[in-house]
């Protein structure tokens, strides 16, 4: 494949992972045989056609899904021979998810669903509130901090569901088409906040985008194709800050 | 962790207030109607046992005809004052032996009138029955050997034709007799089944025969026992003694009938408990119906609990924080429920018992069933769909449908 040099053990590892929906005639190969590392401070675009698995493999990343075979490291752990609570204090602990479908919780208020992950981490009520202000602020929603997700449109929701991602400043920020209901102005301020987090933050982030010109902000770009990957390529932007393993 | 997880469990009793409201009335409901049933159930027990003890103890009836029978036999002779006197003497379980004639008759004082029983009988009849007296007092030995014209009232007759005046020493009008009042039984209260107590008038046996009824009839007999463990004892002396007087051949049905009171209370006893058993039976319908609104609001809101417990896990909880959040929940709703079923359930029982005039006693076990059903379904319908839900990859379980 294509790693980045690799000194330490890479952030993430995927060791010939296969995900593998129905059986017989209806078998979808959604990932077949993905080989794929990460290292710290990596920017990864994951590009490719729709249904070519790359929701899959981000759910498989970020411990949502468990892959039918083939192993997952994470930071060299084999999170396969971790507990589910194990598994949960990662996700507490290490990743920040952006769903494709937003997933935020209905008749909550925007500040109350960017809370939550710091519920699970026991912040304070005080400090929980004025991080999940700035995080909000971050994506420009300050001022919808209380309105639920019925009350926002679609780019709102989308864009909190990028605050409650980066509020607990994780390690790795996952994030399925994160830009995909933003108009042009707003999706150029998304993929800057998503850059200025792995320059400033060395926050490690793989963003699925459809788009040519997102994927361009990347240092990376791996291209899926029926669960397969096509191709993998380092683009002109990596070479600037280099490893950024902080 | 604990204290977070609760106040989330809050929040969300909080955001969905409907579903909340739902809950909490369906176990409400529930609570309420079996904790008034039974009690009810109870209340009308304990009323018809009252009443069966308050008609006097260790009683036995002794009535001309034969048992069971329909109405009395008229071949049947009715007794004589000997027929008395010869069980007071002859049957050593006995103790006090009350004859007793009686017809209706108006009785009349200045412009009231009011029709009741008349009872031709002695001081026996007041012990055996167990009537005190508020004011006055029984007959003499002079009145009831020379038959005068006095007699005893029940509170009922007082009421309706002496108002709020004292009745001792007045008159009152039977036919073209006038009686002095010597005494005021003491009311029984009023009887949830059966006459009212307090509607008689006594006179002695002896002026009943000569100035009203006009023969030595005596109508039926009433006989206490010694202890209320020996009337049994003392019905079969009674039967014996009666079948001789009446000259009853063995093999020959009797023509008289001696009727136990306790037995009678032990089969209405039955009537109730069967009662308090039914009652009970459709509260505990009524108890699932409720528990199954709340299982269909909870399978209904299913489909979005699932999906919220999948982002949940997807941000990092883990499974038994989900769950204990889902159990406060739950347990939340169904003691809250269940607090005001079981306050409605007894202001319900206790108004229920006011009305029908029925003492109101609450027993805590029915308490206790109700709330540890109430908290079952609460708990069963709101934790178990979540406990599976949360067993899910966090994937499955946003993926729900
Ligand atoms: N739960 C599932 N059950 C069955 N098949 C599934 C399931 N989830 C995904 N698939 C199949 O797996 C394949 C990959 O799906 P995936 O969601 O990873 O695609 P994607 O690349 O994210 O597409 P898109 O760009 O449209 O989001 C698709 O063919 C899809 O039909
Ligand atoms: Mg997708």
New interface residues.
Partial sequence: MKPVETTATPLVELRHVSKVYGAGESEVRALDGTELVIEHGEFVAIVGASGSGKSTCL?VL?????PTSGNYLFQGVDVHSLT??QR??????Y?G?V?QGF??????SAI?NVE??L????VGLSERRLLALQALEEVGLGARAHHTPAELSGGQQQRVAIA?AIVTNPLLLLADEPTGNLDSARKRDTMQLLIDLNRRRGITIVVVTHEADIADYARRIVRFHDGVIESDTLTGQGEQTGEGAA | ?IG?TII?AF?EIR??PMRSILTTLGIMIGVASVIAMVTLGRSVTARITADIASMGTNLLIVAPGAERHGPVSSTASAFTMNDVVAIERESGAVDKVAPTASSSALVVCGNSNWNTTIQGSTNEFFEVRGYKFAQGEGFTETQLQAGLPVCVIGETVRRELFGQQDPVGSTVRIGTITFTVTGLTASKGKAAMGPDQDDLVVIPVVTFQRRIAGNTDINSILVSALTSAKTALAKGQVEALMRERRHIAAGQVDDFSVEDMKEMGTMLTNVTTVLTALLGAIAGVSLIVGGIGIMNIMLVSVT?RT??I????????????VLLQFLVEAVTLSVFGGMIGILLGIALSFGGAIAFGMPFGLKPDIVVIAILFSGAVGVGFGYVPARKASRL????A?RHE
């Fill in positions: 759910n970020g411990c949502l899904d468990a589910r609570d949960a204090l990662l996700r507490r602990h990743f998810f769903f997933n935020l919780l209905a008749r909550t109350e939550l992950p519920v699970y981490r026991h409650r | 962790m977070a989330l929040r955001r969905n979005e999906r919220e999948g982002i949940r896990l997807s941000i990092g909880a883990r499974e038994r924080e990859n966090p994937i499955d946003l």
